[in-house]
């Protein structure tokens, strides 16, 4: 029996921006592991490095670059070294994202806010703007330097970071939530667009995960969970976070041309059933 998932990553060339947080650093380890040829792409190039270290260090290929997602001369040059070192792109991490505190609120609603305490009529238009571009023009930019090789080669993966503010919207984090759910509205705009060029678009909708731009959000400074983290954890079935290895399986499934030929435009929930609990 042909066996449809597959593990093995030889000659591709996996391309993954925000490499050096944990969720795309976690990726990246991982398809060094499984053979690929990555390019770790950050704008925090140190950060890059040290994945690509611990990649190298393990027997795999792992090269970092400084790249600025929201600058595509940036880009253009980071692609040209990529092509240079590895070749043309495979497949497509779109990783780089994330949230900022100048678009969060401090209560989650209104008749609680306190004097002092930034409230939905303080945030910071400035602030907003970055969210959105770091998290929608941070997928569309790379994909158009990255995705024109695929076109001409007719094959490509690209996977895109959801999320699950995309299906619901959290409190606290109006901007992050709706530039989400403009990346799972994207993807399938791009499943669509690229559908007769060989190329397959999807994405993945992590649940809750302890990362360095949420920590704060969740724990104290001496480490005892937030309120928030209660209120998490009682809406998560499984009563726990998700481990940024666990998104593993669902990532490597949608990148894998046998197991999901046919799978596009979908957006992958791996939440630990966080979107099949209704409250009660």
């Known amino acids: 029996m042909n066996l449809p998932l597959n593990i093995d990553y030889s000659g591709k060339v996996v391309v993954i921006t925000g490499a050096g947080g944990v969720l795309c650093g976690t990726m990246a380890k991982a398809f060094a592991q499984a053979g690929a040829k990555v390019a770790a792409l950050d704008l925090n190039q140190e950060a890059a490095q040290k994945v690509a270290d611990e990649c190298v260090a393990n027997g795999g290929v792992c090269k ?21 070192d590895l070749g043309p792109c495979d497949i497509l991490i779109n990783g780089a994202g994330g949230n900022n505190p100048r678009a969060t609120t401090d209560n989650e609603y209104q008749h609680e806010a306190k004097e002092g305490q930034k409230t939905f009529f303080d ?29 001409e080669r007719k094959h490509g993966v690209i996977l895109n970071i959801s999320s699950m503010n995309a299906y619901t919207p959290l409190t ?81 499934f949608l990148c894998d041309d046998k197991a999901a030929s ?8 791996i939440d630990a059933g966080f979107a099949a609990y209704s409250g009660v």
């Open 172 to 252: 606290k984090i109006p901007a992050y939530s709706g530039a989400k759910a403009a990346i799972s509205n994207f993807t399938q705009w791009l499943a669509t667009h690229f559908a007769k060029t060989g190329i397959r678009c999807n994405a993945i909708a992590p649940g809750f995960l302890v990362s360095n731009q949420n920590r704060a959000l969740l724990f104290n400074e001496d480490g005892t969970p937030t309120p928030r983290t209660a209120k998490i954890l009682s809406g998560t079935p499984m009563d726990r976070f998700v481990d940024s290895e666990e998104l593993l399986g669902g990532v490597f």
């Open 123 to 151: 945030l910071e238009a400035s602030g907003v703007d970055f969210v959105f571009k770091l998290n929608f023009q941070g997928t569309l930019l790379p994909t158009q330097a990255f995705a024109k090789d695929m076109v």
């Open 64 to 84: 970092a670059y400084k790249a600025n997602v929201l600058d595509p001369e940036s880009l253009k040059e980071v692609h040209d070294q990529v092509v240079a």
């Open 262 to 269: 046919a799978i596009t435009g979908v957006v992958l929930p």
